[in-house]
C-alpha cells in the first residue's frame, strides 16, 4: 500500500506555535507600554518646545514682546474658553496679551487677546508638565531674551504613572532666550542630554 502524503500542519503543531507566540508577546508588552509613555512624553515636551521657540520668533520678527503661556483646559483635547493660566498645563497659547479665558479664539494680531498660536495637550492624561517656581508665562522681547526674569525658567515633563521606567523630559528657558530640552534623569555631566 502506497501511503498519502499529508500537507498542513496538526493541531498539536498548531497549538506549540500559539503558545510559542504568546510567551513572547507577553515577554514584550511591558517594554511596549514604556515606550508608548515615552512616546506622549517626547510629543507633549517637543509641543512645548516648538511654541517656546514660536513664541520668541513672533517676539524678533513683530520686534515687540510676546507671551508663552501654559495653560489648563476642561477637556485637555479641546482649546476652549475654559482655559486659564496653569504653571502644570500642557497646553499652550503665544499671544500679544493675556489668553485666560480666551483662547477658542481665532488665531489673529487684531483681535484680543491677539492669539499668534495654540495647541491643546492632547486627550491622554498620561503626562504632566510642571514650571519650576510657579511660573505661567515667560515674555519674549525683540530680541529674542526673555523680557522678566520671574517667567518660567524650566518645565519638567513626566509620566503621571507611578514607577521608574520612564523617560522625564525638561525644557530649560535661559534669559539670553534659549530653549533646550535635556533629560533630569541623566547622572553624568559628560552626557549632552543632561541638564
Do not use: Y
Request: proline fraction near 3%; charge should be positive.
Amino acid at each position: 500500500m502506497k501511503r498519502q502524503n499529508v500537507r498542513g500542519v496538526t493541531l498539536i503543531e498548531l497549538m506549540v506555535v500559539m503558545v510559542l507566540l504568546v510567551m513572547m508577546l507577553m515577554a514584550v508588552v511591558p517594554s511596549i507600554s514604556a515606550w508608548i509613555r515615552n512616546t506622549h512624553i517626547r510629543n507633549v515636551a517637543t509641543g512645548i518646545q516648538n511654541g517656546l521657540q514660536r513664541a520668541r520668533a513672533e517676539a524678533m520678527r513683530r520686534n515687540t514682546n510676546v507671551r508663552f503661556s501654559l495653560v489648563s483646559l476642561t477637556d485637555p483635547a479641546v482649546m476652549d474658553d475654559s482655559c486659564k493660566l496653569s504653571d502644570g498645563g500642557v497646553s499652550w497659547v503665544v499671544s500679544l496679551d493675556d489668553p485666560t479665558g480666551k483662547c477658542s479664539t481665532a488665531v489673529s494680531d487684531s483681535t484680543a487677546p491677539r492669539i499668534l498660536d495654540k495647541a491643546a495637550g492632547g486627550g491622554a492624561n498620561v503626562v504632566q508638565a510642571t514650571s519650576t517656581g510657579g511660573a505661567e508665562v515667560v515674555v519674549f522681547n525683540g530680541f529674542g531674551r526673555a523680557a522678566t526674569t520671574d517667567g518660567i525658567s524650566s518645565i519638567d515633563i513626566e509620566s503621571t504613572k507611578a514607577g521608574d521606567d520612564f523617560r522625564a523630559l525638561r525644557i530649560v528657558v535661559g534669559t539670553g532666550g534659549t530653549i533646550r530640552m535635556c533629560e533630569p534623569k541623566v547622572g553624568s555631566s559628560t552626557d549632552p542630554r543632561a541638564c
